[in-house]
């Protein structure tokens, strides 16, 4: 018997087989997450004349299943969807990839990615088969059926070789013989329907989606967790623990997870602790600043990474997506332009987060002008430059429009009542716009 292997990743897909009689597991290679993975390992089934497959199955340092976990869950369901005959087994694949790419490095100098994931993925099928036990060809229940079908068939036949001979004998025995192996076939379609069914209960966890919407502050993120029910005690050691990622390294002394929890929404198991969720998002955050480059890009900008996302924090809140995100890269050339200039950024949005963070009920700045000279590094409307950090968790469309900001060379805008950018290139053109399109909203209370 063949086995396949695979190390799922949302990138890649590590493939490697072993032979039951073997029972040495080989890395063969690895697919392409694009849309054509399933097909590919149609074909490597097929190849290999197997549909027994054995996935990696991540899980955290305390034994505990994480959304990675119910990702590859997810990627087992669709696979059986797919390949209908597919048998699914999982074994655990704690810390594969770092023994993968250690075997790797002992081999040769120079190695891609995806031979690390096909590495892992032999380090996975190993641990399988090591510990595996091939099923009887025949389970005893089932050939217990077959005889008591084949004694009636013979209990039948005797009571009629009295009165039916020769040929006519012959096919009746040909016809209940048949008769026997589709009703076989059937049993066995629908033990195989029992088995499924059971594979998807087991694939259908206790779970439920987080979401940080983009803007969301971490004041606002503890309190959903604590109306998910986790206690406030478990919700202030997450966000106070350390976390293992080059972006947050550029933090300043004593600046907290603001700004780095991407907003998304996310599937978890209710056995997930603070930790996992956070890390989930910190995850997401590290694979968006990879990809899009924003490292190189806030750096054409003159920014360092936390300045950039600092700045794209500001963007999220002054021109909230989705209405306004083809509003954010015109707001972040402003506020560029302002931070080469002489002139306060001057933004509201970073007094509000200032006053949350000493005020949050408003009990002592009960109105705007005293609101607009609270003394907090976060305060752009008393101090120059950027403030001390994030006020708030960009999205996407944000931390582009910092990284890619329009070509434009405004020094002023305003959000007018009728829910429309307005934007100025002197103080006095502002002013009449805020009196011409701002009579109410400007007037909100921070």
């Given amino acids: 018997m063949r086995v396949i292997g695979l190390d799922v990743g949302e ?4 493939v ?11 890395p063969i290679g690895f697919i392409e997450v694009n849309g054509s993975e399933w097909e ?39 696979l059986v969807s797919k390949i209908p005959e597919a048998k699914i087994r999982f074994q655990d694949e704690s810390l ?10 002992a081999k040769k100098k120079k190695y891609e990615k995806g031979e690390i994931d096909a590495e892992a993925a032999s380090i996975i099928l190993q641990d399988f088969i090591e510990s595996f036990k091939e099923p009887e060809a025949e389970p005893p229940e089932e050939t217990n059926l077959i005889e008591r079908e084949v004694d009636k068939v013979k209990r039948k036949t005797k009571k009629v070789t009295n009165v039916i001979s020769g040929s006519a004998l012959i096919l009746i025995i040909v016809l209940v013989s048949v008769g026997v192996t589709f009703w076989y076939k059937d049993y066995q379609a629908k033990k195989r329907a029992e088995y499924y069914a059971q594979l998807e209960a087991e694939m259908e966890p206790e779970v439920f989606n987080f979401t940080i919407l983009p803007g969301e502050t971490i004041f606002q993120i503890k309190k959903n967790l604590a109306d998910v029910g986790y206690s406030n005690a478990e919700i202030e050691e997450a966000f106070n623990a350390n976390y293992d990622y080059d972006f947050l390294r550029e933090r300043p002394a004593g600046a907290t997870l603001e ?44 920014l360092t990474l936390f300045e950039g996302i600092t700045l794209a924090s500001i963007v999220q809140k002054e ?11 015109t707001v972040a050339q402003v506020f560029l332009l302002r931070l080469n200039s002489t002139i306060r950024l001057g933004s509201d949005v970073t007094v509000s987060y200032a006053l ?29 430059g950027l403030p001390c950090g994030p006020i708030s968790n960009p999205g996407i469309t944000a931390l582009l429009a910092v990284a890619e900001p329009s ?3 405004y020094l002023y805008f305003l959000t007018g009542d009728d829910g429309l950018m307005y934007y100025s290139y002197t103080e006095a053109e502002h002013n009449q716009n805020a009196i011409d399109h701002c009579q109410d909203f400007c007037n909100i209370s921070l």
């Fill in 11 to 14: 990138k890649r897909i590590g």
């Fill in 16 to 26: 490697a087989k072993v032979d039951s009689d073997t029972r040495i597991a080989v």
């Fill in 40 to 78: 590919e390992i149609e074909k490597i089934a097929d190849f290999n004349n197997t549909t027994f497959f054995v996935l990696g199955l991540p899980r955290s340092n305390e034994g505990n299943e994480t959304a990675q976990s119910l990702y590859v869950r997810n990627f087992a369901k669709t």
């Fill in 96 to 105: 594969t990839s770092v023994e993968a790419e250690g075997r790797l490095k």
């Fill in 259 to 302: 700004g780095f929890l991407f907003g998304d929404t996310h599937e978890f198991y209710k056995s997930a602790t603070v930790k996992e969720i956070l890390e989930t998002f910190l995850g997401e955050m590290g694979r968006v600043i990879e990809e899009r480059n924003l490292k190189e890009k806030y750096s054409e900008q003159g």
């Fill in 319 to 329: 021109a909230p997506s989705p209405a306004f995100s083809a509003e954010q890269p």
């Fill in 356 to 384: 949350d963070t000493v005020d949050p009920d408003r009990t002592i700045y009960t109105d705007n002008q005293a609101a607009l000279e609270v003394d907090s590094c976060y305060n752009t409307r008393l101090y120059f």
């Fill in 407 to 409: 070509d434009t060379a």
